[in-house]
């Protein structure tokens, strides 16, 4: 079974971003394009993730192209919280992350969302690996969700931008409305 995906980004008019994703048992596959920030060029990135069944991920490939440069990461993960490159470059300052965070994406959101398994009012902190694209340097972020009910979770940066957002998602915990970010689409 295989379930096609698609979010716009709407922090900016017009969308700022479109991206479809094809979803089957421990694996996605996305192709998202991006309009530039901050004087940025426009983008495109594409991305594979597989996981297991506890919704530990074991492996990253991301590309992003633009008009000016290309960049690939490959990350290997053993669901344990280590981390190295496929060429096997082992990535010790990300040792404890379990989960992955790709912008311009809310489908990464899934990950802890599905992982935590949180109840109603549950509150839980952790380090994530974060990448932004167009840049694909992965760093560690510290983060936080709480489930309001089972079809809302607030999601926080700790990190000190103070950053907070209300995600509406599904009965899967894919989000449908990610608070004045993203928006899911039929295809």
Same mark, same amino acid.
């Given at each position: 079974m295989s379930d096609e995906?698609? +979010?716009?980004? &709407?922090?900016?008019?017009? %969308?700022? %971003?479109? =991206?479809?994703?094809c979803m089957q048992e421990g694996r996605a596959d996305s192709q998202l394009r991006a309009i530039g920030e901050d004087g940025q060029a426009p983008y495109q990135l594409?991305?594979?993730? !597989? +996981?297991?069944?506890?919704?530990? *991920?074991?492996?990253?490939? *991301? !590309?992003?192209? #633009?008009? #000016?440069?290309?960049?690939?990461?490959?990350?290997?993960?053993?669901?344990?919280?280590h981390w190295q490159t496929a060429d096997g470059t082992?990535?010790?300052?990300?040792? $404890?992350?379990?989960? &992955?965070?790709? +912008? @311009?994406? @809310?489908?990464?959101?899934?990950? @802890?969302?599905? !992982? *935590?398994?949180?109840?109603d $009012?549950?509150?839980? =902190? *952790?380090?994530?690996?974060?990448?932004e694209a167009p840049r694909l340097k992965p760093r560690r972020m510290r983060q936080g969700y709480t489930r309001r009910d089972a079809s809302h979770y607030l999601y926080q940066?700790?990190? $000190? %931008?103070?950053?907070?957002?209300?995600? =509406?998602?599904?009965e899967q915990g894919l989000v449908i409305d990610y608070q004045g970010l993203f928006q899911r689409v039929a295809g």
């Open positions: 995906l698609n +979010w716009i980004g &709407i922090w900016q008019k017009p %969308s700022a %971003s479109w =991206e479809t994703l594409e991305y594979s993730l !597989r +996981w297991d069944a506890e919704w530990h *991920l074991r492996e990253a490939l *991301l !590309r992003v192209e #633009s008009e #000016s440069a290309s960049d690939e990461l490959h990350l290997l993960a053993d669901g344990l919280g082992v990535l010790a300052e990300l040792d $404890g992350c379990l989960d &992955i965070d790709i +912008w @311009p994406t @809310p489908f990464t959101n899934t990950f @802890p969302i599905r !992982r *935590l398994n949180l109840e $009012g549950q509150h839980a =902190e *952790l380090d994530v690996v974060f990448l940066n700790l990190e $000190g %931008s103070g950053f907070q957002a209300v995600l =509406e998602v599904d």
